[in-house]
């Protein structure tokens, strides 16, 4: 299991140093993403990819909930007021929440990939003021570790918080 640490650099160049220091310390390159303001040149620094950008995964997950809920009240209705020449048995109620699942995911994550990342609204300012957002994901055992680096060797980051982060190896 992994965390994702948040930083708040003020430029690119202060970016790219952190990110070198981060290496240095056996932090592989594809763990780290960087967020800046639109039309910002990250290169050769990762920008954060789509997943990070969006609330695909936040809405898929909330479309499968949903849809397997609402699934079995539809196959729930359709056994307790069956229709006209069918008698459909107890099975319905879990049918529907299989095929309902699996659309409420679909269509959740649909609406999701249209809006920004909730969880990176509080940095909106921030990146509109020409500040970095730098996401890192590291072990459990090294978010001191980390965090104590970033913050020693390079005062100007702001470290703003952690998110629990299911990465696999």
């Known amino acids: 299991m992994r965390r994702r640490l948040y930083f708040l650099l003020p430029s690119v160049e202060s970016a790219k140093r952190t990110a070198d220091d981060l290496l240095l310390a056996r932090v592989e390159d594809r763990r780290m993403r960087f967020l800046a303001r639109r039309g910002t040149e990250l290169d050769p620094l990762h920008e954060a990819g789509y997943l ?64 920004p990342n909730s969880r990176l609204k509080e940095f909106h300012a921030d990146l509109e003021a020409g500040r970095v957002l730098m996401m890192v994901d590291v072990p459990f055992r090294r978010v001191a570790e980390i965090t104590e680096l970033v913050v020693s060797r390079h005062p100007e980051a702001v470290p703003r918080g952690e998110a629990m982060r299911y990465v696999f190896p």
């Open 52 to 115: 990070d950008k969006t609330d695909v995964i936040h809405g898929a997950a909330v479309g499968l909930v949903l849809g397997g809920i609402i699934g079995a009240l539809v196959g729930a209705l359709v056994v307790a007021y069956p229709p006209e020449g069918m008698s459909p048995k107890l099975v319905a109620v879990l049918i529907g929440m299989l095929a309902g699942a699996p659309l409420g995911a679909w269509m959740a994550s649909m609406v999701g990939a249209a809006v």
